[in-house]
């Protein structure tokens, strides 16, 4: 009998722990379910579906995603997604993996740099802008400036930077780099601060170069950090917007046009948001597809 009344307490301690878990766990849950799911399952329901925000939703089937086809708008902002991403990734990763290397040595004002490196990304998005685009003026900025009495270059030849269609990318890519390094710049911290010192003393001792312990030391165990690095500013890349809507605004004409900032126009804008709906689809297939790519190729090649 006492047994039984054990097991009969056991029963209700362990059923008040879990009741108490998912109380916890409850209104994490409940602000994922009415603000992420719901509005994806909702999003997905209206890419086949025709509404502009006043008249009843009418469904259409394909027919948004086939008007992606003749959409000149659509395939600019696809190919310019892209190439933002081909720019801004691998030179944010080079830029943040130098600038972690440097001063991650015993240097004279190291941790005055370190917060020097890291303000961009904190600063107003709206102030660092602001900034940009008068640098980079072209005919006012001090770049050019600096560019025709320094280098020669003649007036007519310097860069429209953010006003010319051909060097808008540039400048969307060149000032991403600038304000994202230093956040990624502390993930590489993080990550050869954790990798052991005697590893590069025996290093020494065997006589290898600087170049030998960064190939044989250094990247290989930032192999693991690099992957996260690289999942988390694949997905950023994807998704950019704000950085577009301040600089450039899409343009000059649609050389800067994203994916999010095309979605943003086509239903805050124009409207459109069971078309909208159906671009964001597209995106959303596309990260996932370009994620699972970088975690099968991790599988294989990173070793933890």
Known sequence: MQEINLAKKRKVRKRRETLIAYSFLLPNFIGFLVFTLIPIVFAIVLSF???????????????????????????????????????????????????????????????????????????????????????FHPQMGPINMLLNHILNIPPESLPGWAADKDWAMITVVLFSVWKNMGYYMVLYLAGLQNIPSDLYESASLDGATGWQKFRYITWPLLAPTTFFVLVMMTIASFKVYDIIYMLTQGGPGTSTLVLVYHIYNTAFVNGKYGYASCISMILFLLVVAVTLVQFSWERKHVNY
């Not at 240097?107 to 640098?135: C, E």
């Open 49 to 135: 579906c025709e509404w502009d925000g006043n008249h009843p939703i009418e469904f259409v089937g394909l027919e948004n995603y086939i008007n992606l086809k003749s959409d000149a708008r659509f395939s600019a902002a696809f190919v310019n997604t892209i190439i933002y991403c081909l720019g801004h990734i691998p030179l944010t990763m080079v830029c943040s993996l130098g600038l972690a290397i440097l001063l991650n040595k015993k240097i004279k004002g190291r941790n005055i740099f370190r917060t020097m490196s890291f303000f961009p990304y904190v600063a107003s998005l709206v102030a660092v802008a602001v900034v940009w685009n008068m640098l």
